[in-house]
Every structure is written in structure tokens, then in C-alpha cells.
């Protein structure tokens, strides 16, 4: 990963000519911004030397001080994120990164940063967007990356019941290469699929780009192991109780605020026999809307199913290795089976009467296919972006189909009034029976204070979500973004909840502290 961008070093490819012109020319971009500083010119704060007493717990090797690694798990990987550290800011990184073996080791971990009020940040693949790894450290007597790579196997598979106990560190691409080995797979691929991990999939309710078909991420969950200061949380006897409330839901989504998540047993499938992507387009994003709306709800459902709206169409984002190359009006729509053969033809059929009966006209394979080969390459359109001083990020929320037109217009009228000669994009990528996601992206210039805009926009979005309907968040999290917009989502009783579990979890307040859960107040 590279440590001041997105992923694979050799991957990174510049933007053609003529989209940088355009962004030159449309959205008022300067040349030549400051090229990011070398890794060699950062200085990260002196580590403090206290915690090295964790080297008790899971041995010398194994709590790592130097300035690289260090670095490398300095915050997450929005666009701040990225910006901030291109700028050579190294001042949030934690005194030292702690790798584990094992659940015993992290327990032990645990309970002894609780003791010496070391801050600990359970740490996967380093993909947050939300600022889900930049924890508090005032008050404590250090801070620490818990890197959990090191559990990194498949320890049972039940193929009776097709579950399958992953540990929390595995990478998904490594997850499903050792499920594809016995037949199976998760069928989870968000667009952080190359880096992200099971354990970070759990902690923030993932969603995929596949989740019309296996569903979200937090849906594939039937078990979890969960590391708290206090012991140990095993969740999941059966697929489904009745046993009171259910504890699996208190730790989805829980940011590594309450516990540290060792292992989750998932639900998985065979292995797709087959595999058939393919393109529609629609005369408008309203109509497209209405289509997906009736496959969500009537059936039969793809197992992808997005749709772009008319500038994410025509700017070519949907397929992000043909950036640029005019796509001609209307919004596309990708449509995606997978499953056995017999299964696939019946949905395709089945998907083409409902989508030719809502306007749709069908363009072939090419433009699904092309989506599929191209499905994790937008992150690093990203850093080519931000290389010509461009700014490009990313948000997201959902709603009730009933207020998703109008939450759809205020979030793309908010961003264009805050962020004047920008282009604003919309996709709908993740559906169910009663409302989808919506998933923006904006491309602006960097100007003299790309942070302090965003931070900006960004405020004056979270008002127009809230007040249209939708949610603060869909599947990228709280993390410290959205924390303080927490109250308006869950109300200040359920915030209170949230921290009455966190004091019984984790009473030293050492998990990811300011993470997730608000800070009390008076
Ligand atoms: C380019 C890009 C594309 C993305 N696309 C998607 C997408 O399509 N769908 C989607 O859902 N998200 C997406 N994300 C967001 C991100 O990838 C997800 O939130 C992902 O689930 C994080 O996994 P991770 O292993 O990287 O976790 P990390 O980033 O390491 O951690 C995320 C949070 O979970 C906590 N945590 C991590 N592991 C554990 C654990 N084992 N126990 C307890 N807490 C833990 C961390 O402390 C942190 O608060 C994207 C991010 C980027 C940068």
C-alpha cells in the first residue's frame, strides 16, 4: 500500500492529457501543485517510550517503533487523510504499532494498556474514510496501533451450515482465495477490497459492490469473537434468537470502540458457476431510479445493481479505467449475475422485462464488463487527481425510496453551492426493498485551503442529509467525521446508551478513544 495514496504503487497511472485539460479549463485547477514530501523528510513525534512494557504481552519483535511503520498507520485513507500526510503531517502517529498473534495476546494487550492508559487503535487495513483511525491520545500515557494482520487464517468451516470462521486480519482478496480453495466465497467486494480486512468489514458495516446478491457485509455475519478490556464476547449460537437483544448488532458498526473483533463467523456461498455483467441506459436518473426501485422491490434482483446518474455517466466514472472517453447522455446502469447457470438466465430474463418495461435500453456486455475490470480502479483516479491539484472525495447516505429524489438533490445543490466549478456525481449501488444508498463524488480544484473547504462542505452536507431524511452514513461509518452528527441520527438518549456500553466494555475509555462515540459534555 502506498503510504501517502491508494494501493499498489505500480497501478498508480497519470491522467490522459486531455482530462487534465478539461479540469484546467472547467473547474479553474492550477498546475503544478506541491509535489507530496518524501517519506525520508517526515518526522513523526518522538515515540513515547512507555509502551514499550507491551513487548510483555506479545513479545520485543512485535511492537514496532520505527518512523516508517509508524507512518504508515498514521489516520486512514480519505482525502484529508491523504492530503494531511502528502504534506508531511505525521503529528497523529501512534507511538508504536503492536502486532498480536492471536486472541489471547490481544486480550492481554488489552488489559495491560488498560493498566497504563495506553490508548490502543485496533487497526485492519488502514482504509478508513471517516477518521476512524485518529484517536485522542490527551490525556494518555501513549497511543497504539493494534495491527491485526498477524490473524490472518481460516480457523473452521462448517459446510453444512456454509459458515466459515475468518480471523479479523485476513485481506479480503486473501479471505476469498482461501474460501475459493474449498469451493466457497464471501462475495464481498467494496472498492477497498484489495486492502480492507474481515475485522474491519465487521467494525464498520461494510458494503459491497455485489451486496443486491449476498448482501451487506454486517448481513454475512454469524458470529463474532470479540477482545474487550473486560474479557471476551462470543456471539452467535445460532443463526437467529430470540435470546434478548442481539449483542453481534451492538458490535457491527462498533469502530473498535467497545472490543477488538478476533474473528467473525460468516455465511458463505458456493462459488458462482457463472458470471454475466452488462449495461443499460436510461434517458434520465429519475427513470433509471424507478427501475431499480421495482427490481428491488418486486424482483428479481441482480446481484449488482448500480446506477450512475447523468454526470457520472457522461464523465465515464462508472468505468474508471475509460475516464474521459465521452459516454454520450443519459445514465448508465450496470447489471450484474452471478450464480449458477440456470439461476443467472432466469434473473437476467426476468431483470430485462422489468428494465425494457421502465425505458431501459439494453447495450450489451461491453459496458458491464468493462465496469467489472475497472471496479477497484477509481481510488487511484483519486491520487492521479490530487497530483494535478485536484481535489476528489467521496460521501455517502440512504434513505426511503420515498425521500430519495429529494435527498439526492439537496445533497448534489449543497455541494455545488459550497463548492462553486465543481462537477458533483451520483451512483445508487447498494438497494433494498424499502430505499438505497446514495453515493456522491466530487471533483474541485485543491484551491489555497482544500481541507478547511471541505471541512465546510462537508458541515453544510450533514445539515441537508438531516434535514432531507437520509442517514449520516450508509456504510463508510462515524469514526470521528460523523461522530458529533451521532445525536442527530440516534438521539442524545441513544448516544447515551452507546456510551453507558462503551464504560462497561472498556472502563479505562482506552479503545479508540473520540472514535464512534461522542465525547459527555458538562
Ligand atoms: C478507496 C476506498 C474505497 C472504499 N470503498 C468502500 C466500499 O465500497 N464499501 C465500504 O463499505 N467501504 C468502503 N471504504 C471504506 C473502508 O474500506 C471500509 O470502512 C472498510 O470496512 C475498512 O476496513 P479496514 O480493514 O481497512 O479497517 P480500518 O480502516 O483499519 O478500520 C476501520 C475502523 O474499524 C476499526 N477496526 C478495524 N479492525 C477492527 C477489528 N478487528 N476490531 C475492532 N475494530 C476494528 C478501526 O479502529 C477503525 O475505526 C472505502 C475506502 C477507501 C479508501
Not at 494482520?149 to 479479523?168: E, K, M, N, Y
Not at 458470471?275 to 428479481?300: H, I, K, M, N, S
Request: contains cysteine.
Amino acid at each position: 500500500m502506498r503510504w501517502d495514496g491508494w494501493g499498489d504503487p505500480d497501478r498508480a497511472t497519470p491522467l490522459p492529457a486531455s482530462v487534465v485539460g478539461l479540469l484546467r479549463e472547467l473547474l479553474g485547477v492550477r498546475a503544478d501543485p506541491a509535489p507530496p514530501v518524501r517519506l525520508e523528510e517526515m518526522t513523526p513525534p518522538a515515540p513515547n517510550p512507555a509502551v514499550r512494557v507491551l513487548a510483555e504481552t506479545v513479545g520485543p519483535d512485535w511492537v514496532v517503533s520505527d518512523d516508517e511503520t509508524r507512518i504508515r498507520h498514521t489516520r486512514g485513507k480519505s482525502t484529508p487523510d491523504l492530503l494531511r500526510i502528502r504534506a508531511g503531517d505525521a503529528s497523529a502517529a501512534p507511538d508504536a504499532v503492536v502486532l498480536p498473534a492471536d486472541h489471547e495476546q490481544v486480550l492481554a494487550v488489552l488489559e495491560r494498556c488498560s493498566r497504563e492508559r495506553v490508548a490502543v487503535v485496533p487497526f485492519g487495513g488502514g482504509t478508513s474514510v471517516v477518521g476512524g483511525l485518529t484517536a485522542a491520545g490527551e490525556g494518555f500515557a501513549g497511543v497504539v496501533a493494534l495491527d491485526l494482520r498477524r490473524l490472518d487464517r481460516i480457523t473452521a468451516h462448517d459446510t453444512v451450515s456454509r459458515t466459515a470462521t475468518l480471523q479479523a486480519g485476513l485481506r479480503a482478496p486473501r479471505a476469498e482465495a482461501l474460501l475459493a480453495e474449498r469451493g466457497f466465497t464471501l462475495g464481498h467486494y467494496p472498492q477497498s477490497y484489495e486492502w480492507a480486512t474481515i475485522g474491519g468489514f465487521a467494525a464498520t458495516r461494510s458494503s459491497g459492490q455485489a451486496s443486491a446478491g449476498y448482501g451487506r457485509f454486517d448481513e454475512m455475519v454469524a458470529g463474532l469473537t470479540v477482545a474487550t478490556p473486560r474479557g471476551t464476547l462470543t456471539l452467535g449460537r445460532a443463526p437467529r434468537s430470540a435470546a434478548g437483544p442481539d449483542l453481534r448488532e451492538l458490535v457491527l458498526g462498533s469502530e473498535g470502540a467497545f472490543g477488538v473483533i478476533t474473528d467473525v463467523t460468516a455465511r458463505v456461498c458456493p462459488l458462482p458457476e457463472t458470471r454475466r455483467y452488462e449495461g443499460w441506459r436510461f434517458p434520465t436518473f429519475a427513470e433509471g431510479t424507478a427501475a431499480v426501485r421495482a427490481l428491488a422491490q418486486d424482483g428479481p434482483l441482480p446481484t449488482v445493481l448500480r446506477l450512475s446518474d447523468e454526470t457520472e455517466t457522461m464523465i465515464g466514472l462508472a468505468r474508471p479505467d475509460e475516464i474521459g472517453e465521452g459516454r454520450g447522455d443519459g445514465c448508465l446502469a450496470v447489471c450484474g449475475y452471478e450464480g449458477h447457470r440456470e439461476d443467472v438466465a432466469a434473473r437476467r430474463a426476468g431483470a430485462h422485462a422489468v428494465l425494457t418495461a421502465h425505458g431501459g435500453e439494453p447495450l450489451g456486455d461491453a459496458p458491464g464488463e468493462s465496469w467489472a475490470a475497472g471496479r477497484f480502479s477509481a481510488p487511484y483516479l483519486r491520487d492521479a487527481l490530487l497530483d494535478v491539484g485536484a481535489f476528489a472525495e467521496t460521501l455517502e447516505t440512504a434513505g426511503f425510496w420515498s425521500v430519495l429524489p429529494r435527498l439526492a438533490e439537496s445533497v448534489r445543490q449543497t455541494l455545488s453551492r459550497e463548492l462553486p466549478s465543481s462537477l458533483v456525481m451520483c451512483h445508487i449501488s447498494h438497494v433494498y426493498r424499502d430505499g438505497a444508498s446514495l453515493y456522491f463524488t466530487v471533483v474541485t480544484a485543491q484551491g489555497d485551503d482544500p481541507l478547511g473547504r471541505w471541512r465546510h462542505a462537508k458541515a453544510a452536507v450533514g445539515d441537508a442529509i438531516i434535514e432531507a431524511g437520509g442517514t449520516i452514513t450508509h456504510h463508510h461509518g462515524v469514526g470521528t467525521d460523523h461522530r458529533d452528527r451521532l445525536a442527530d441520527e440516534i438521539g442524545p438518549l441513544g448516544v447515551d446508551v452507546l456510551r453507558a456500553v462503551k464504560d462497561r466494555l472498556d472502563p479505562a475509555g482506552i479503545l479508540n478513544p473520540g472514535v464512534l462515540v461522542p465525547p459527555a459534555t458538562g
